[in-house]
């Protein structure tokens, strides 16, 4: 087969944040798959290349979809915000590869990596992630509930800091508040708590607060939320964890 | 005060991964400071901007070092590598502005956000940060050797895919070895491990193997290791964590 594909990330919004090697991939394509709003982060490049816009909740059919057409021969790129590793189309392509054609084995596929949000997030307030950190997503969507709270259980007993992906949406609007309850029967409530919004993007807002504070209607689909370890804190206007731990 | 001062990543290393945002940052400072083999992957953009190389070693002198020159009327880029926000200099930098002259907390500094290394390394063999993971420095200079233990416990417990930064150096040849008996203890044997080095740059090497035949001295400096959740699992050649949980 001489088709090719390659899942690449936008980076979370600006297009200075997305990597020349993801430019470059997008420029060299026949063929970009992805979500409609982040196919129009970019600028046409090139004539006669096609665009394929879908939803945001039919991954699968659209890794399937991207494979096809690598598997026709042509070069495609599959487009994902962030990096496309993280919560986002690299996975969906392999889930699609491992029950799909076994054709689909020999391709050439590659992952572009790029800025995920929870970095942009980080950039915006300071320097929150200084520490070991953990990334979990909190939609149920794919994983069930229990799993979300042994996770979130088990970094707060860790002291990670913990970046939150997906805190909220329309059809999950309490779940965020759960997650603080539990946090706050392990983490001091004075641990910092910040809201990113659109972090990464020129609409970028941060909320910062405590968890003794924080509420869960203060996210929505757009928002990153990261929850301080017990070294994080405020200096100046900026947050931060040290990269020494307390009397290390 | 004039001056200011933006902390950057150049990204893995390949020229490709560092984004146009940090490229424009470098592109408009006086004065550059960074540990030297950073400061080699930037071309020369500029009569007149000063360059300041250290040693890997002493982050908080260099931090100090480019807040006085921001305080002096500079516009300082201190740049790291990966993203300056995990494991890098931009928590040297705000703990430098904590313990520093107060005018420092009325500067402005900015943080640009960048690839980090788990990322490149994750992208080199698949997606394996593809469902909740976690990332800890494996480096005892900083914080205590109980403490990483108990993140590793906890990131097992919680079935984190876990990432390992500065798994071993010369003068930590031992640290990984325990790791893997730790991680041996609570995660089955069979549990997909990679060893990534040189991530994102043109000599990058992957071997892939299991937490049961991981072996500490697989690792170096360059290296960052990845130890798959409990769903992590091959498909042709690629490594990957479905976002699904199995039954879910």
Request: overall charge positive.
């Amino acid at each position: 087969m001489s088709g090719s594909l390659v899942v690449v990330g936008t980076g979370p919004g600006k297009a200075e944040l997305m990597t020349p090697a993801t430019q470059a991939a997008i420029a060299k394509a026949t063929d970009l798959v992805g979500y409609g709003p982040y196919l129009d982060r970019i600028p046409a490049m090139k004539a006669g290349q096609c665009r394929h816009a879908s939803d945001n909740r039919v991954e699968l059919d659209r890794a399937r979809h991207a494979l096809s057409l690598a598997a026709a021969g042509r070069d495609v790129v599959v487009v994902s915000g962030g990096d496309p590793g993280v919560f986002a189309m690299a996975a969906a392509v392999f889930e699609a590869v491992e029950v799909g054609d076994p054709a689909w084995r020999t391709l050439d596929i590659r992952v572009e990596p790029g800025v995920t949000a929870m970095l942009a997030a980080a950039a915006e307030v300071g320097a929150p992630l200084g520490g070991d950190f953990c990334a979990i997503s909190l939609s149920d969507n794919l994983k069930s509930w229990s799993t979300i709270e042994r996770r979130l259980k088990a970094a707060a007993h860790g002291d990670f800091v913990i970046a939150l992906y997906n805190p909220a949406s329309k059809a999950r609007p309490r779940q965020l508040a759960e997650a603080f309850v539990l946090l706050r029967s392990v983490k001091d409530a004075a641990t910092p708590v910040l809201f990113v919004r659109a972090a990464g993007t020129s609409e970028a807002k941060v909320v910062s607060t405590t968890l003794g504070m924080a509420d869960g209607s203060m996210a929505d689909m757009r928002t990153l939320v990261i929850i301080g370890a017990s070294t994080t804190r405020q200096v100046g206007r900026w947050i931060y964890t040290p990269r020494r731990e307390r009397g290390a």
